[in-house]
């Protein structure tokens, strides 16, 4: 048992050795990868519950590493939010969500808004409101048009500065969604005092909400407090038939989640709007 144990160790400490070393590597291949513009964008449908249709998506970075391929964001984000470098990442997404929302101005996708994912570490960034606003003026895009998701990490630290940038950017008329509702531990209070257009419930509540009666409670509840506060709710991860049904009959208003498609590059999204396929 003694020598399965050290043989247990060993493998561990390599497997972690590894794992540094991967880190290390692609923390300095950071570096470079914003010059050699291998970010993309991936876009993740919502569809509108009311009236079937679709007109936001979420844009979702992938990094598309000259080595390694396709990398999701849990293999740098964090990376990126410890060196700072997040800062720049995040002003490339408003950019490029920016010059996507501008070719799909003029033609059948007018309809689309682009959410975005800033960190709480992003707005830190005294000139991220600034940064948002000269980015939608470069490419002639209304502000209602760029969405903007956060997590409730946002309520906990820099309250007064982090109500101050949002409350400039709600007055430019972006939107604002909170992300993962329901995981963070930050008071109810914030949804009257910041300026929230929607609330994002958590996946972890819809996985087995046909199945586990206490999740059903808590999305019935998180919809209805919602709406009486004049905020509009979107489902995550919504996987099944049966998911939806349970949200439609509940008057959740939008559903995102691999049941209507994964993320996937403007292109196809494109393809997939104009053939029906989301339909
Ligand atoms: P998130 O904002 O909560 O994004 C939703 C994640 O759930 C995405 O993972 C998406 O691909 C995945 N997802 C969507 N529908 C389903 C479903 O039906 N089932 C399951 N199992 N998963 C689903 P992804 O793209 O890997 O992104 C992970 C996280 O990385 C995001 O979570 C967000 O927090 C962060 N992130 C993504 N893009 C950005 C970005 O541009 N900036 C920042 N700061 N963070 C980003
Ligand atoms: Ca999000
Ligand atoms: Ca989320
Ligand atoms: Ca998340």
Redesign the pocket.
Same mark, same amino acid.
């Given at each position: 048992a003694k020598e399965q144990g050290r043989n247990t160790y060993q493998f561990y400490t390599e497997g972690m050795q590894e794992r540094e070393v991967m880190r290390l590597e692609l923390d300095k291949d950071l570096n470079h990868a914003l010059a050699n513009d291998e970010f993309v964008? *991936?876009f993740?449908p919502q569809l509108d519950l009311n009236d079937s249709s679709i007109n936001s998506v979420?844009?979702?970075? @992938?990094w598309q590493h000259p080595r390694r391929g396709l990398l &999701? &964001?849990?293999d740098f984000?964090p990376l990126a939010e410890e060196s700072g470098r997040?800062t720049d990442? !995040?002003r490339w997404?408003v950019m490029a969500a920016c010059r996507q929302l501008a070719k799909w101005q003029n033609g059948p996708y007018s309809n689309l808004r682009i959410a =975005?994912?800033?960190?709480g570490r992003?707005l830190d960034d005294e000139s991220i409101v600034d940064h948002i606003q000269e980015a939608l003026e470069t490419n002639g895009v209304p502000a209602d048009r760029l969405e903007v998701?956060l997590?409730e990490e946002i309520f906990i630290q820099n309250i007064e500065h982090n109500l101050n940038q949002l409350t400039k950017l709600h007055k430019l008329g972006v939107h604002l969604a909170i992300?993962?509702f329901g995981v963070g531990y930050s008071s109810l209070g914030y949804l009257r005092d910041f300026p929230v257009d929607l609330l994002?419930i958590? @996946?972890s509540f819809i996985t087995d909400v046909t199945e586990r009666h206490d999740d059903a409670v808590i999305t019935r509840a998180v919809i209805n407090l919602a709406h009486n506060l004049g905020i509009q709710v979107v489902a995550? !991860? =919504?996987?099944t038939r049966e998911q939806l049904t349970f949200l439609k009959n509940h008057r959740c208003d939008l559903i995102? !989640? *691999?049941?209507i498609s @994964?993320?996937i590059p403007a292109a196809e999204l494109e393809k997939a709007l104009s053939s029906g396929l989301l339909d």
């Open positions: 964008l *991936y993740q979420e844009a979702l970075i @992938r &999701p &964001p849990v984000i997040i990442i !995040g997404v =975005v994912n800033l960190s992003e998701e997590t992300d993962d994002k958590d @996946r995550e !991860g =919504v996987e995102q !989640g *691999y049941l @994964r993320p």
